[in-house]
């Protein structure tokens, strides 16, 4: 793990997970108070450590808590929760505790990004859009030519296309 800082320089010495006894770390994410998240693939579990590597906090072993197993793409922590994104079983939604709170049931293609407390993410030619409920979910469909990846950033959509940037405002 590189740690970079605003201005994208190291900060600090790299970090070999397989060193520090983390080797089945498949998944890292950032975390408040310069803190990370760890996908544990051998203990299908999420784990907040700090900076020297500590354990803080942990899900559990979520295959025998939810009866699912996982093979999650991405951590998100944004606000008061946590999202662990698995492509067919959905988002999975814990406090920064790792407390399980929800799940999210859907099929997601790619990754997600979460803004202003909603879900973004895409599936097919779709964007979906789940609102803070975790329920009502608005779908946006995009043209063929719209397949790149995006962000969702001051009420404005940004997908990268091979062709260039497209800029969308989203109305209500």
């Known amino acids: 793990i590189v ?5 994208l320089s190291q900060q600090g010495e790299p970090v070999d997970l397989y060193t520090i006894g983390q080797g089945q770390v498949e998944l890292v994410a ?4 310069d803190a990370f998240w ?6 299908a579990e999420l784990i907040r450590v700090d900076q020297q590597f500590r354990k803080m906090n942990s899900t559990g072993n979520l295959a025998t808590l939810l009866g699912v ?3 999650p793409v991405q951590v998100v922590e ?7 994104v698995d492509p067919v079983e959905g988002i999975f939604v814990f406090d920064l505790y790792g407390n399980y709170r929800t799940r999210i049931k859907a099929e997601i293609q790619g990754r997600i990004v979460v803004s202003d407390e909603r879900i ?10 789940l609102e803070p409920d975790k329920i009502t979910e608005k779908v946006i469909a995009f043209p063929d030519s719209v397949r790149g990846d995006f962000q969702f950033f001051r009420q404005r959509l940004y997908i990268l296309n ?4 497209g800029i969308y ?3 209500e």
């Open 69 to 71: 197993g996982l093979l």
């Open 30 to 33: 950032g975390s408040r108070g």
């Open 120 to 129: 973004f993410f895409r599936n097919e030619n779709d964007l979906s859009i």
């Open 162 to 165: 091979p062709n260039g940037l």
């Open 78 to 84: 944004k606000g008061s929760y946590v999202y662990l």
């Open 169 to 171: 405002r989203l109305s």
């Open 38 to 43: 760890l996908w544990d693939v051998l203990n």
């Open 3 to 7: 740690v970079l800082d605003n201005t």
